[in-house]
């Protein structure tokens, strides 16, 4: 699904759809019950899978998280995979020895599936910049599948860090201990920071898939309401429309 960039602070962000599709019976629950007290009906949760490409004036690249990967990805038992991550690359004329850095928010399977295939980075040129706290926190599948490939390939970082010219990342714990999102002048490319618009009107609103929901909820309210004050553009990962201005 093509989305249009945009040119932020010198730098243009192009919206790469992975896939789209709802989760699967592995993990699927009702809406109500995915996001309690958000008095939503039990409709089918469409989820749509966004990676960021961001190039700034110089042509550095830089890729905000790569999706669910392929059919024998960590997200294949819940996710709509095969990705299409590399055909929209190309689509905008990009390979994936391309890239300079992969920011990745998290490591959860479908935002960090598609950075290793056949056990070896998809991004060979790249370094992968992650939150010290995330690689601390990263067990089973998530270490030995991706950290292991990626251990001489990662950047990581504590806290706030710029992580190329213009772009910063910001830890934001809750969704997991070392969530980030990226920002570019004033937009903000979140992860999973907010997962679905009932958190957009009520960022109180938690969302069961959480490692620390309490903390989620206060990291997603402080965030957003700085976000707002500065009249910040975001950037989601599963909206249907990547790109909300608050």
């Known amino acids: 699904m093509k989305h249009n960039p945009i040119t932020v602070s010198g730098v243009e962000v192009t919206p790469l759809c992975d896939a789209v599709g709802p ?15 958000s008095g939503r009906a039990d409709d089918p949760w469409v989820l749509h899978f966004h990676c960021y490409l961001l190039r700034d004036g110089a042509g550095r690249l830089t890729l905000v998280d790569t999706g669910i990967g392929g059919e024998d990805s960590p997200a294949a038992s819940w996710a709509p995979v095969p990705g299409v991550l590399t055909d929209e690359l ?16 998290h490591l959860h399977s479908d935002h960090a599936s598609g950075a ?10 790249a370094r992968y910049v992650l939150q010290r706290a995330e690689v601390d926190s990263a067990a089973g599948v998530a270490a030995d599948r991706l950290l292991t490939p990626l251990k001489d390939h990662l950047h990581i970082v504590e806290g706030q860090a ?12 809750g969704h997991t201990p070392g969530h980030q999102i990226a920002r570019v002048g004033d937009l903000a490319i979140t992860g999973d920071l907010v997962l679905h618009p009932v958190q957009l009107a009520d960022p109180g609103v938690h969302y069961v898939y959480d490692d620390d929901r309490e903390t989620a909820a206060r990291t997603r309210t402080e965030v957003l309401a700085a976000l707002r004050a ?4 975001i950037a989601t990962a599963h909206f249907s429309e990547p790109f909300i201005r608050l």
Request: hydrophobic share 45%; proline share 12%; net charge negative.
């Open 23 to 37: 989760m699967g019976p592995a993990i699927r629950l009702p809406l109500a019950e995915m996001f309690p007290g």
């Open 90 to 105: 190309a689509a905008a004329g990009v390979t994936p020895a391309d890239i300079d850095t992969v920011i990745l928010t």
């Open 116 to 125: 290793v295939a056949d056990g070896a980075p998809v991004f060979e040129n």
């Open 162 to 173: 710029q992580v190329a010219p213009g772009i910063h990342v910001q830890h934001t714990p």
């Open 230 to 233: 500065e009249r910040a553009t």
